[in-house]
């Protein structure tokens, strides 16, 4: 089993930039890694995800541009670089890893991570 950790999140303004970071402990990660996000009152949505071993990146057409995903496979961490947030990026960010039939989907990851807060401020 795996265990995920995110850190990162904080209140930053509209335009700037925050980077996320999620650490595996106990066993690596899975195929894919993923970053989702949830606003309150709304669906958990997909925003990146990241090959484990090959490093093929995916994004949402909302953050493509913006965020950028990576990998340190040596430290068992995922990052997810965000520059030029806006208020609507506030959401809580969780990361996911899995073997997916479908990167997108959120139901085809196996382990969660506990969430982190990005509030991003007008």
């Known amino acids: 089993q795996v265990q995920l950790v995110e850190s990162g999140g904080g209140l930053v303004q509209a335009g700037g930039s925050l980077r996320l970071s999620c650490a595996a402990s106990?066993?690596?990660?899975?195929?894919?890694v993923g970053w989702f996000r949830q606003a309150p009152g709304k669906e958990r949505e997909f925003v990146a995800a990241?090959?484990?071993?090959?490093?093929?990146?995916y994004y949402a057409d909302s953050v493509k541009g913006g965020f950028t995903i990576s990998r340190a496979n040596a430290k068992k961490t995922v990052y997810l670089e965000m520059n030029s947030l806006k208020p609507e990026d506030t959401a809580v960010y969780y990361c996911?890893?899995?073997?997916?039939?479908?990167?997108?989907?959120?139901?085809?990851?196996?382990?969660w991570g506990q969430g982190t807060q990005v509030t991003v401020s007008p």
């Open positions: 990241i090959s484990w071993s090959g490093g093929a990146t």
């Open positions: 996911a890893t899995g073997s997916p039939v479908v990167v997108t989907s959120r139901g085809h990851y196996d382990y």
């Open positions: 106990g066993r690596t990660f899975s195929r894919y």
